[in-house]
């Protein structure tokens, strides 16, 4: 069946550093790929998402391109902030997208 | 963007007593709707899928005589906790399946319910 691997946190990093969070998925057709942000108390937010192969999605620094090959969806960001602060979820939908498989969620901090 | 608002944020009840979490589409009309129950260490469980008109279908394990879930309207998923137990304190969280291409979720801010 589908799933969504994603590193294991915590992440703790200095501002201005480079962040990198994997996420590989297994998928029976051609998911919709996303990773979700949720800041603290808060429910979850849409941090980008990429619909097919060599889609790179990108919002606020952050990127990831979904590659068909490694069967990845790596969250990049050059230079972190401390209000990047937050734990961040990869998740894949197959379709219509009525089910969502989400990855264990990696909590970031990032110190100043 | 599309915004789902879920209410309370917070409850405390007390052991034996039953608490009801809204879930609304604010703008738009979700036949969908999904809980969700996020433990202490941040996974995501999804606890159920909420169809308008319908019966919601449970996960397994999810126990559906204790976790009621209605889902009466496109704009509106109910979730009832029935005596609530302090085991059951968590944070609840909803989405709704959007209207785009991409069946993109829309998530409600979550509740946090303590049971004493």
């Known amino acids: 069946g589908d799933s969504v691997t994603q590193m294991e946190g915590p992440v703790t990093l200095s501002e201005e550093a480079f962040l990198t969070i994997n996420c590989t998925y297994t998928?029976?057709?051609?998911?919709?790929l996303f990773w979700y942000v949720q800041y603290p108390g808060e429910g979850l937010q849409l941090l980008l998402k990429a619909t097919k192969a060599d889609d790179k999605g990108s919002n606020k620094g952050f990127e990831a391109t979904y590659r068909k090959e490694t069967t990845s969806f790596h969250l990049e960001k050059g230079s972190v902030q401390v209000s990047d602060s937050a734990v961040y979820f990869c998740a894949l939908s197959e379709g219509t997208g009525n089910q969502f498989y989400f990855g264990t969620g990696t909590s970031l901090t990032v110190i100043p | 963007g599309a915004v789902v608002s879920q209410h309370p944020s917070r409850v405390i009840c007390k052991s034996g007593t039953s608490v009801k979490i809204e879930c609304r589409s604010l703008?738009?009309?979700?036949?969908?709707m999904f809980w969700y129950r996020q433990f202490p260490k941040q996974s995501l469980m999804l606890m159920a899928t909420s169809n308008e008109g319908s019966k919601a279908t449970y996960e397994q394990g999810v126990e559906k005589d204790k976790f009621l879930i209605n889902h009466a309207s496109l704009t509106l998923s109910t979730l009832t906790v029935t005596s609530a137990h302090p085991e059951d304190s968590s944070f609840y969280i909803c989405s709704a399946l959007g209207h785009s291409s991409t069946g993109e979720l829309f998530f409600g801010e979550g509740s946090r319910l303590t049971v004493l």
């Open positions: 703008d738009f009309q979700a036949t969908t």
């Open positions: 998928a029976t057709g051609y998911p919709s």
